[in-house]
């Protein structure tokens, strides 16, 4: 059965927010939502091509909307459309005012607020998944939106200036700002996932399971140990398994389409 996408843009935001909304039917009424961060030099179409596509059926399969957004420098928010994300990117990533870091929290808010005010979500049935750099968004995203009922980190980005593309900024103040394992605090007792792939030279598992132990003592204190969980993928490296999509849709049906009433965390 096929995809039933449609083109989104949030237009009260610069640059506009441009995403591909999938929903589980042709009914037009409010259902929980994922909202999908693509990776480095990806885009909104990401989760929709190729070995990808299986992650989006399963979604749907779900009765879950997918929503897939375009990050700040990437897809149709590139300030030049003729150059790759990456080179985009390097342009603003320690920019005072345009970097891409402050217009995610920004780009955060944009979105859930249309979600909810668009009904095409319920307030208390959202939820963020991300890949990669994506990964790492959808770890802000938890950071910042109260609203979210639990979060998926899939390979996710937990030290900028490992990658390659970011060496040399280790003592910018601004990437220090936001390295995840600086500025990810007080997520619990939100679920949380994190799963990494055990040959990943790309996103290194090293710094997601630090990541993870700096958490644990926080979900310990809120009595949510169970909230927050890491698993690694043995033998895989940094692309798109099958089991990423097994641990999503488990993740999704235990605390996403729980039965409870209103937000489960205030």
């Known amino acids: 059965m096929p995809l039933n996408i449609f083109p989104v843009t949030i237009k009260d935001i610069t640059p506009a927010i441009h995403g591909l909304l ?5 009914e037009i009424r409010t259902t929980p ?17 190729d070995r990808y596509l299986e992650f989006a059926e399963a979604i749907r399969d ?4 997918l929503f897939s957004v375009d990050l700040r420098g990437h897809g149709e928010r590139r300030e030049n459309k003729e150059r790759p ?36 979500a319920h307030p208390a049935k959202m939820a963020v998944a991300g890949l ?17 009922r639990c979060c998926i980190a899939l390979l996710p980005v937990c030290k900028i200036t490992s990658l390659v593309e970011f060496k040399g900024l280790e003592k ?8 995840p394992l600086n500025f990810l605090e007080k997520l619990a007792p939100k679920p949380l996932l994190i799963v990494t792939g055990e040959k990943d030279t790309r996103a290194d ?9 700096k958490l644990h003592p926080e979900y310990a204190v809120a009595e949510a140990e169970e909230n927050l ?32 009433k209103g937000p489960m965390f205030e």
């Not at 320690?94 to 249309?114: L, R, V």
């Open 62 to 65: 779900l009765g879950v909307n």
């Open 172 to 179: 910018h103040p601004l990437i220090q700002q936001f390295e």
């Open 132 to 148: 990669a750099w994506g990964g790492m968004h959808a770890l802000y995203a938890l950071r910042q939106e109260r609203r979210l």
């Open 22 to 26: 999938s929903r589980p039917g042709h």
């Open 229 to 260: 969980a890491y698993a690694m993928m043995l033998g895989a490296g940094h692309a798109y398994d099958s089991r990423l999509t097994q641990w999503t849709v488990e993740w999704l049906e235990k605390y996403l389409l729980a039965e409870e």
């Open 85 to 120: 994300a990456i080179e985009n990117l390097m342009k603003i990533i320690t920019h005072k005012e345009k970097n891409p870091f402050y217009g995610a929290m920004e780009d955060i808010k944009k979105i859930f607020d249309f979600l909810v005010d668009r009904k095409i």
């Open 205 to 213: 598992p090293h710094f997601a399971a630090q990541l993870y132990e």
């Open 33 to 49: 939502t994922l909202v999908y961060f693509h990776g480095l030099n990806g885009s909104r179409n990401q989760i929709f091509q």
